[in-house]
């Protein structure tokens, strides 16, 4: 059974209404209720079929409010690449003794950066990382030389977005503790790069439905047309 809480928070929501970007994140926000400081999701709906290879929707974005997590990264590189890692935040740098450790069981970690010379070495780490979407990709930018840059994305808030089987994507955009107006830019910073995105090959309205929801409340629906806050 649902609790009082979140009965309450669920009779301030309109399921029938489409909110325009600007209510549904003050919606958001009066509905997490929890002694915690919930995590504000963004759910896209998307005609794609993801069986499909040219029908993948994947990326990441540097939100410009960041989303309010504190993102532990770490780095399989060796020498001039390493101290670049390290002075940039990383919290752990290595290579072999690095794949150890992971191959041991540790996973005390939100992210995985590698510079390609060393994929041969991760690469041996496809079964425990794969499942946890933890493995170092280059269309992610995170096989990089530049490693400096991606750690500092990655600790600022870059997030990865990436439709599921059944064309749904689930992305934070930030905290309750957030302010509305860093809720909404964070908002429509995500959807025009899903937007943006589109695979040329998908049919008929590309995004079927969007809502908002925190970790503990209701889901919020939002009009999919408006892709301005000003609109």
Same mark, same amino acid.
């Given at each position: 059974m649902a609790g009082k809480k979140f009965i309450a928070a669920k009779a301030k929501v309109d399921e029938d209404k489409l909110y325009h970007p600007k209510e549904a994140t003050a919606l958001v926000k009066e509905t997490a209720t929890a002694k915690f400081d919930e995590t504000i999701e963004a759910h896209f709906r998307l005609s794609i079929d993801t069986r499909q290879a040219d029908q993948q929707v994947r990326g990441s974005i540097s939100l410009p409010h960041g989303t309010g997590k504190?993102?532990? /990264?770490?780095?399989? @590189? +060796?020498?001039?690449?390493?101290?670049?890692a390290e002075a940039a935040g990383a919290d752990v740098v290595g290579s072999d003794d690095l794949v150890t450790k992971i191959q041991g069981g540790?996973?005390?970690?939100?992210?995985? /950066?590698?510079?390609?010379? %060393?994929?041969a070495k991760v690469g041996r780490l496809g079964k425990q990382l794969g499942p946890r979407n933890l493995m170092p990709n280059p269309k992610l930018g995170t096989v990089t030389n530049d490693v400096a840059r991606i750690v500092e994305e990655l600790k600022a808030g870059r997030v990865e977005y990436r439709a599921d089987k059944f064309g749904i994507a689930h992305v934070p955009i930030g905290r309750a503790s957030f302010t +509305? %107006? %860093?809720l909404l830019d964070n908002y429509m910073? *995500? *959807?025009? +790069?899903?937007l943006r995105v589109k695979p040329s090959s998908a049919k008929g309205k590309y995004i079927k439905s969007i809502s908002l929801s925190a970790t503990m409340g209701p889901g /919020?629906?939002?009009?999919s047309a408006i892709?301005? @806050?000003d609109d």
């Open positions: 504190t993102v532990r /990264v770490v780095v399989f @590189a +060796e020498g001039d690449a390493a101290k670049e540790w996973f005390d970690f939100d992210a995985a /950066v590698a510079t390609p010379d %060393q994929m +509305e %107006q %860093q910073a *995500l *959807l025009t +790069e899903i /919020v629906k939002v009009d892709t301005k @806050a």
